[in-house]
Nanobody
Framework: VQLQASGGGLVQPGDSLRLSCEYS????????IGWFRQAPGKEREFVAH????????YYADDVRSRFTISRDNVDKEVYLQMNNLKPRDTAVYYC?????????????????WGQGTQVTVSS
């Protein structure tokens, strides 16, 4: 099983980025995908989650109005569209896969993790 996160970079406040998580070795009908992030000196935190079929999505309060998670089960990718980025969004962003249908906001729910992609928001 592999998850490969990409799309990070250095942007200015107010800019947008789209992260991608390409997964392999798992059947898309069996696994939901989540995005987490970890800022320097802080614990990793939940950002967004999308259900197996893509019908249900969940977001952390801080990003709900600015980020959108989606998935393409044909291309085996999950996307995180991030708009109106703020300096506090600076972190390493990780995608992860879980077969569970609850507790999607908890790290321990996810079995497989990608390597992370750095997002830096700075003027």
């Amino acid at each position: 099983v592999q998850l490969q996160a990409s799309g990070g970079g250095l942007v200015q406040p107010g800019d947008s980025l789209r992260l991608s998580c390409e997964y392999s070795g798992i059947y898309e009908d069996d696994y939901a995908i989540g995005w987490f992030r970890q800022a320097p000196g802080k614990e990793r935190e939940f950002v967004a989650h999308i259900s197996r079929g893509g019908t249900n999505t969940y977001y952390a309060d801080d990003v709900r109005s600015r980020f959108t998670i989606s998935r393409d089960n044909v291309d085996k990718e999950v996307y995180l569209q991030m708009n109106n980025l703020k300096p506090r969004d600076t972190a390493v962003y990780y995608c992860a896969a879980t077969s569970a249908s609850t507790r999607w906001h908890l790290e321990g729910t996810y079995k497989y993790w990608g390597q992370g992609t750095q997002v830096t928001v700075s003027s």
